[in-house]
């Protein structure tokens, strides 16, 4: 009986943090519908869990999550497009407390060139 309470405990311990984890990094904080933004990247952050650009939109800034290193690749994005002074156009679900100014991104443009990151999500 002590074993089995522990394997429980042991079980729960394991699945709290990562259940936390897929809360943060799903959909669930986003409205399900897109926005469209279009400003100047003002400062860049790229890595794992995913990168975050922010941006300026007509004096508001913008916090834009983008993808994970693999996800911007395979986007077609390289080293050097996701700059600082760059304007970009992204097209994302917003938080759902729109006063955050938090996107998800979904596709991004640079130029007249289009990046999706999340195919099938439109």
């Known amino acids: 009986m002590k074993r089995l309470f522990f394997i429980s405990v042991l079980a729960l311990g394991l ?3 990562f259940v936390g984890a ?19 990247i003002k400062t860049v952050r790229l ?3 995913h990168g975050i650009l ?12 983008v993808g994970q290193p693999w996800r911007n690749k395979r986007a077609g994005l390289v080293e ?6 760059v304007e970009i156009r992204v ?8 006063s955050e100014r938090l996107l998800k991104v979904e596709r ?3 130029g007249k060139r289009e990046y999706v990151l999340y195919p099938g999500r439109d």
């Open 54 to 65: 922010k941006i300026d939109v007509e004096g508001e800034e913008w916090t834009a999550e």
């Open 22 to 40: 897929l809360a943060h990094h799903g959909w669930t904080w986003t409205t399900g519908g897109n926005i469209d933004l279009t400003g100047i």
């Open 15 to 17: 699945a709290v943090p």
């Open 80 to 85: 050097g497009d996701l700059a600082e002074g």
């Open 91 to 98: 097209i994302g679900e917003p938080a759902a407390d729109m």
């Open 108 to 110: 991004l443009f640079l």
């Open 47 to 49: 890595g794992n869990p």
